[in-house]
C-alpha cells in the first residue's frame, strides 16, 4: 500500500509543484536521481530500492505496480477527493438517520391556521387531552380546530372568565404545549 501511495504522492506532486513534491518525498521516501532517470522506489516485498519502471523486483521477483495500476489508482483517489467534496458541499450539517425528511409547509397565519368562530361546546377529547397533561385553570375553555392537521386545536382555556390562557391541543397523541398569552388576530 506505501508503493501505491509514493506513486499518488508523485502525481500530486506534478499537480501541486515542485515545493510540495520535496517533503512529499521526503516523508514516503522516495528517492530521485538528478536529469532524466527514472524515480527508485522500494520494494514492498523485500525493501530493496528498484527502478519505477522496473516490472519486477530484480532481488526478489516481486511485482512493482504497473502504469494501469497507477492510473486505475490515482482514479479512484480523485473520486474518493471529489465525492468528499461533495458531500462537504451539500451536507447541511443534520444528524437525521436517513429517512426522509417532511417538506416544510407554508407558514400560515393563526386565523389561517385556525380558521371560524371559537366552538364553545364541550369536547371529551380535549378535555381528556388537558386533564391528561394536568392542565389547570380551565374551568371553561373554548377552541378552533387547525384547518391544517386534524385532531390539533388551539385552545383557550379560563378560570374566571376574564384571564384567558392559550395552549396547542393534539388529541390523537395526547399532547400539549402552552401556556402562552392568547392571540388578538384569533379573536
Same mark, same amino acid.
Given at each position: ?7 499518488? +504522492?508523485?502525481? +500530486?506532486? =506534478?499537480? &501541486? !509543484?515542485?515545493?510540495?513534491q520535496v517533503g512529499l518525498t521526503q516523508v514516503l521516501g522516495v528517492k530521485h536521481r538528478e536529469g532524466n532517470q527514472m524515480a527508485l522506489i522500494s520494494c514492498h516485498e523485500c525493501k530493496q530500492e528498484i527502478s519505477d519502471s522496473a516490472p519486477t523486483c530484480p532481488k526478489c521477483g516481486a511485482k512493482t505496480v504497473s502504469a494501469h495500476d497507477e492510473s486505475f %489508482?490515482? !482514479?479512484?483517489?480523485?473520486? /474518493?477527493? %471529489? +465525492?468528499?467534496? %461533495?458531500?462537504?458541499? &451539500? +451536507? ?5 438517520? /436517513?429517512? $426522509?425528511?417532511?417538506?416544510?409547509? @407554508? $407558514? ?10 371559537? @366552538? ?18 380551565? !374551568?371553561?375553555?373554548? &377552541? ?5 392537521? @386534524?385532531? $390539533? &386545536?388551539?385552545?383557550?382555556?379560563? @378560570?374566571?372568565? =376574564? ?9 390523537? *397523541?395526547?399532547?400539549? *404545549? !402552552? ?6 388576530? %384569533?379573536?
Amino acid at each position: 500500500m506505501l508503493r501505491y501511495t509514493k506513486h499518488m +504522492a508523485e502525481k +500530486a506532486c =506534478h499537480v &501541486f !509543484g515542485s515545493a510540495t513534491q520535496v517533503g512529499l518525498t521526503q516523508v514516503l521516501g522516495v528517492k530521485h536521481r538528478e536529469g532524466n532517470q527514472m524515480a527508485l522506489i522500494s520494494c514492498h516485498e523485500c525493501k530493496q530500492e528498484i527502478s519505477d519502471s522496473a516490472p519486477t523486483c530484480p532481488k526478489c521477483g516481486a511485482k512493482t505496480v504497473s502504469a494501469h495500476d497507477e492510473s486505475f %489508482l490515482a !482514479g479512484i483517489f480523485a473520486v /474518493g477527493i %471529489l +465525492a468528499l467534496i %461533495l458531500w462537504w458541499a &451539500f +451536507a447541511d450539517g443534520d444528524d437525521s438517520d /436517513g429517512e $426522509e425528511q417532511a417538506q416544510p409547509r @407554508r $407558514e400560515l397565519a393563526l386565523a389561517e391556521e385556525y380558521p371560524g368562530p371559537w @366552538r364553545e361546546d364541550f369536547n371529551a377529547d380535549i378535555a381528556r387531552t388537558l386533564a391528561h397533561n394536568r392542565v389547570t385553570g380551565c !374551568g371553561q375553555f373554548k &377552541f378552533k380546530p387547525s384547518s391544517q392537521n @386534524r385532531n $390539533e &386545536f388551539v385552545v383557550y382555556c379560563t @378560570r374566571d372568565g =376574564h384571564e384567558w390562557s392559550a395552549y396547542v391541543v393534539w388529541t390523537a *397523541i395526547n399532547e400539549v *404545549i !402552552g401556556p402562552s398569552k392568547p392571540d388578538p388576530a %384569533l379573536n
